[in-house]
């Protein structure tokens, strides 16, 4: 093995405060019962700020402010005006990037390497596209003049702050919409940091609004009668009571939910490329990834080598500090999240399958999961149908394409899926037939701004991205 010398990152670049308030009408203000909660790093589980929980009142009050902003300001700015505002955002991104990527790291625990050079510029990227795109709604084939929604509910995970940040607001204020987002509890510093960004972007205030606080406060939101749209990613258990909640009311909504992805290697592939793609599929951003390749489905032919090629590298995964520049996999996100990738992995283990980590040292501080796979997974375990949201791989295995196809698309769940082969006939012939949202070929987790990503099934409904995305935000 080799040995590597710490390579940190400098947390001092980064100001975080003792405290925030929440963002609303352009200026932090405090809560109206003065509630509070602690965000933390997962990686040691030193508190890093205590932050202001919004309440009814404190929703009330977004909410009135998003729509002052939306009646007086923003649905009656030329698309043109807006676009420089979402440049001026992103460009601003852009500038303070390192900043940007050392807080989400603190934060959430991911590797900074990921933030750094796969979140952040893809956030910058959202707001550089969707820009491109205020003052050419005509032009979206969504008829000559077609109008934003209004006020827009949006409420995030922990898994991509900064990211799935970018996704609700940049589509929605392309469009005309006026915003209310709540970042996840666990995660708050990044939301938090854009807010200070829209201040400096000098963005009207009210356009968008930040509430944070846990799950009564996303729930305050997503009920509250003054919000038109509803966009929300999460779980499929949140996604449905939300469903329900909303029925029958004139709120529109879009929601993205869990996964349960394939990545199904043939045994034409070429092997030391697909076992990348399967160490990023399941092992990037800790497999806290809705469209995650979590089943492994490898064709029988060549099980052993990609088995033993697949050990040789997880063994070279470096598992620990998120600032250090050589770490592959982080912190889990919060405790609770450890509790359940533990539970489901136990019961991997009593349902049958075999289980295997490589020997690797965790630190003793914050919450951490060694990079798992389990062998002689059948389609009936859990671990092959619930979604794990953590380091962890079921592999299977298939004789015929065919049975390649039923085995992948065996789950009430249907947001991304992987194809590995040396065939592009192939390829169409397995992308024709996977219910999927989104289907890689010789590749996984790759996201562009231009294009749609979403569900099919329990994996939720609407698109976000590409065109697709501002359709979620206009009345068409
Ligand atoms: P979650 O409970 O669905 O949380 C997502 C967001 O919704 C958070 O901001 C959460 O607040 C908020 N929320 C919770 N209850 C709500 C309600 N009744 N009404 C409105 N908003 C509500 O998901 P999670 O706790 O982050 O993770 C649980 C599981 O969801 C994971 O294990 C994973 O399976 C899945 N998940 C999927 C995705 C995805 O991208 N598809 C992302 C994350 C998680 P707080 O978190 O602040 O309480
Ligand atoms: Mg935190």
Redesign the pocket.
């Known amino acids: 093995m080799f040995e590597y010398a710490p390579a940190p990152e400098s947390r001092a670049v980064v100001d975080i405060n003792p405290s925030y308030g929440l963002f609303i009408d352009g200026a932090f203000v405090d809560p109206a019962d003065g509630a509070s909660f602690k965000t933390i790093n997962p990686a040691s589980e030193e508190v890093l700020s205590e932050i202001a929980e919004a309440g009814p009142a404190d929703v009330d009050r977004a909410v009135a402010a998003a729509r002052a902003a939306y009646d007086k300001v923003w649905s009656r700015m030329p698309g043109r005006d807006r676009a420089k505002y979402l440049y001026r955002i992103a460009r601003i991104i852009q500038e303070r990037g390192r900043e940007l990527a050392v807080l989400e790291s603190l934060d959430n625990g991911k590797p900074i390497r990921e933030s750094r050079d796969v979140d952040i510029p893809l956030v910058a990227a959202h707001f550089f596209y969707y820009a491109g795109w205020a003052d050419k709604l005509a032009h979206a084939g969504f008829g000559p003049a077609p109008k934003p929604l209004g006020v827009a509910a949006q409420?995030?995970?922990?898994?991509?702050p900064l990211l799935?940040l970018a996704w609700k607001i940049a589509p929605a204020l392309a469009a005309g919409n006026t915003v209310v987002l709540?970042?996840?509890?666990?995660t708050p510093l990044t939301a938090l940091l854009f807010a200070e960004i829209c201040q400096q972007a000098d963005l009207p205030p009210g356009v968008v609004n930040i509430v944070t606080?846990?799950?009564?406060?996303?729930?305050a939101?997503?009920?509250h009668d003054g919000v038109d749209k509803i966009a929300?990613?999460?779980?499929?258990?949140?996604?449905k009571?939300?469903a329900r909640?909303v029925a029958g009311s004139r709120k529109k909504v879009t929601l993205?939910?869990?996964?349960k992805a394939a990545n199904v290697i043939f045994e034409d592939a070429p092997i030391d490329q697909a076992v990348e793609g399967i160490v990023n599929g399941i092992f990037f951003n800790q497999g806290?990834?809705?469209?995650a390749g979590s089943r492994l489905l490898v064709q029988e032919s060549v099980y052993e080598p990609v088995l033993a090629s697949l050990k040789r590298r997880m063994a070279r995964l470096r598992v620990g500090d998120p600032l250090d520049k050589n770490t592959d996999i982080g912190a889990i996100n919060s405790a609770?999240?450890l509790e359940?990738i533990r539970a489901l992995s136990d019961i991997g283990g009593e349902e049958g399958a075999e289980r295997w980590s490589p020997p690797c040292e965790l630190p003793d501080n914050g919450f951490w999961f060694a990079p798992t796979i389990f062998t002689g997974v059948t389609q009936a375990h859990r671990i092959a149908r619930e979604?794990?949201?953590g380091p962890v791989l079921s592999v299977l295995t298939f004789r015929t394409p065919a049975e390649a196809v039923e085995k992948a698309n065996n789950t009430p769940y249907g947001?991304s899926a992987g194809v590995w082969t040396d065939k592009g006939s192939r390829i169409l012939w397995m992308a024709d037939r996977l219910r999927a949202g989104v289907v890689w070929a010789n590749t996984f987790n790759k996201f562009d701004p231009s294009s749609p990503f979403g569900g099919y099934k329990e994996?939720?409904y609407g698109r976000e991205g590409g065109r697709h995305g501002l359709e979620a935000y206009l009345d068409v």
Request: glycine content about 16%; overall charge negative; hydrophobic content about 40%.
């Open positions: 409420v995030i995970p922990w898994n991509f799935m709540k970042p996840a509890e666990t606080g846990a799950g009564e406060t996303g729930r939101l997503v009920e929300f990613t999460g779980s499929t258990e949140v996604g009571a939300i909640a993205e939910l869990g996964g806290h990834v809705c469209c609770a999240q359940r979604e794990i949201f947001l994996s939720g």
